[in-house]
């Protein structure tokens, strides 16, 4: 079974500033799909960006971004210029590309904006 | 567009008894997910339904917990009797591999204690 590892389970940054967290995953599959969650306290999830492992190119959001390697089956997310709204539960999620679209997901990293 | 839709928000119930979760996905997806995420954890799927089919039901614990997606559409969770350790929020999921997209849309989720 897919696993999904952020080792990060809490970070901080400052207003403004950049921040990067981390997320390692194993799979054997090929094809497969990458995605960040954003979990503010209210618990509703929210997509905040996603990769197709097929393609080289990193995902980029607005002020979100990502850095995919796929050989190293690495998939960090980083968020630049922090914004007090960005405070939230950041969970990497694995999907697989076969016709469940399961989702496998880490344990998540609390992400606290210093004002 | 409407967002997946759950009710409700927060339940509290002794162990042994029993209770129910409905969600309603987004209108035409046809894949539904329930999730069981404990604090301080990601999100464990439950239950995966394609239109009103089981696709995956390997991690709910059939014992006590059962779910129903009669007509393809909205679907309910149940659980009876209830154990302490089934304390966590519920969330339902939908996607549609139509748009290509491949991400899972979530609810706002029901935060139940049991006691």
């Known amino acids: 079974a897919q696993t999904v590892t952020q080792s990060q389970p809490e970070m901080s940054v400052q207003e403004a500033e950049t921040v990067t967290l981390s997320c390692t995953y194993d799979t054997s599959e090929s094809d497969y799909y990458l995605f960040w969650y954003k979990q503010p306290p209210s618990r509703q999830m929210i997509l905040v960006i996603r990769?197709?492992?097929?393609?080289?190119q990193n995902a980029t959001e607005n002020r979100f971004s990502v850095n995919f390697q796929k050989a190293a089956k690495s998939f960090s997310l980083k968020i630049s210029d922090s914004q007090l709204g960005d405070a939230a539960m950041y969970f990497c999620a694995y999907g697989r590309f076969d016709t469940g679209n399961q989702f496998y997901f880490g344990t998540g990293t609390s992400l606290t904006v210093i004002p | 567009e409407a967002g997946v839709a759950q009710s409700p928000r927060y339940k509290i119930i002794e162990k042994r008894q029993s209770v129910a979760f409905w969600c309603n996905p987004i209108?035409?997806?046809?894949?539904l997910y329930w999730y069981q995420q404990i604090l301080g954890q990601g999100p464990k799927l439950l239950i995966q339904?394609?239109?009103?089919?089981?696709?995956?039901d390997s991690q709910l614990p059939k014992d006590r917990f059962s779910a129903e997606r009669l007509k393809g559409v909205d679907s309910t969770l149940k659980i009876q009797p209830a154990k302490l350790e089934d304390s966590a929020v519920y969330l339902c999921?939908?996607?549609?591999?139509?748009?290509?997209?491949?991400?899972?849309?979530f609810g706002p989720g029901t935060r139940l204690t049991v006691t």
């Open positions: 990769q197709e492992a097929y393609k080289q």
């Open positions: 209108s035409g997806h046809a894949t």
């Open positions: 339904f394609q239109n009103n089919g089981v696709v995956d």
């Open positions: 999921a939908s996607s549609t591999r139509s748009s290509g997209k491949n991400e899972q849309y």
